[in-house]
Structure formats: C-alpha cells, structure tokens
C-alpha cells in the first residue's frame, strides 16, 4: 500500500461526518485524530434517510446489516387535525421519498454505528476542543482546551452548523451566514400518542407540529419535531 507523506490528519467533530471520513482515511493509510466536545457521543438527533450511493458507501463500509438492524421500520404518516382526526395517510416510502434499498436510521443509532466501526482504528479525544490553529512549514500546529498542542498535517472542520474550526480559519460566522427565518426544534418524549412506527402531522399556516415512534439501539420511544417557517414569522 501506498504510504502517504502528510499523514496525520486531526477532524473536529464526532458525529456522522467526522467518523465516516477517518474511516476511509485510516483504511488509506492515513493516521486520523477526532476532537469531539462533548465528554461521550451526542445521542438524540432527527432521522436520518441513507439513500441512493450513501447505501453504497454503507455497504462498502461493512456498516449494512448494523444499519438494517438500527432501521426506524416507519410504516406511514397520517396528517391529523386539532382534534387528532385523520386527515390523510401516506405511507413511508412516499412520504420520505425512499426507493429501492433506501433507509432510514436516527442520527444518534447511525453516529453509534461509526463510532463503534471506527474507535479501534482511529483516535477520539472526547471532551475537548480546538482554541487555536496556526499554519507553519512543517503542518498545522494545533492548541486544545485541555489536551498539549500538537502538529497535524491537516486540519478537517466537521463540527456542525456552527463550526469552530471554520470560525477559527475564517472569522466571525456572522460575515458568512444569512438567516432564512425558520425554526426546528427536536426533541425526544415518551410516547404518549401510543404510536407503532408511525409519524403524526398536525400542520397549521406557517408551522408543523410532528411526532414519531421507532425502533433504536437506545429504547427512544417518541420523537418531537416543531418546524415554523419563515411566512409566519
């Protein structure tokens, strides 16, 4: 195998990005860090549709039965009124616009899975982060908020919406970022509607209200979703 020459490559974040890529940079012959901030991986999250070369990748991976297993098994969405009455029903497939070997997964399960496919191989710092980044002729030197500095020769930003390593690169988000005027607020609750892999929509002008149930590695028994979109605002 070709050895690379710039081979110590450190990734800001732990999520789903982040493990995937030292995955195939490990597999390469590449020697991957992940700083990640939170002292142990994020669970909760939204679902997650793979689909289309994504359920490729997977496979390539080895990650496929692991992903069958962790699926959301979702059977269909009804739309219901303020009184809970059936609107309209439609089921999975359609609704989530899945075809063919498609899936979907709830980010934590899928974060889970590459993690656990990926900690062997690859170094995680939990519990820390990135303060400082600084470029010299013989790589990156790296500060941390509690680790030694250390010299990377490359400095991967998979941390999110928010990215502190993009911050630290290029300076105030603010300069960059235009906000659309929408909100979505997730969160995880018991399953009070008593819902079997099943979605619950209750949509109103400007704003969606939604709950969901499915199969996870965790024992999650509902979901939340509120969406409220820029026209009502």
Sequence with gaps: MHTPANRRILISGASITGPTLAYWLSRYGFQPTIVEQAPTLREGGYKVDIRGVAIDVIEWMGLLPAIRQASTQMKGGTYVDSRKRPVASIPADILNYREGRDDEVVRGDLSRILYEHTRDDVEYLFGDSITAIEQHEDGVQVSFRHAAPRTFDLVIGADGLHSNVRTL????????????????????????FQLDHHELYYPLP????????????????????????????
């Design 169 to 192: 690169a290029f300076g105030d988000e603010a300069q960059f970022i235009r906000h659309l005027g929408a909100y979505v607020s997730i969160f995880s609750t018991p399953n009070f």
């Design 206 to 233: 400007g704003k969606i209200v939604g709950s969901y149930s499915c199969t996870r590695y965790g024992g999650c028994e509902g979901i939340l979703l509120l969406y409220v979109t820029p026209t009502h605002l």
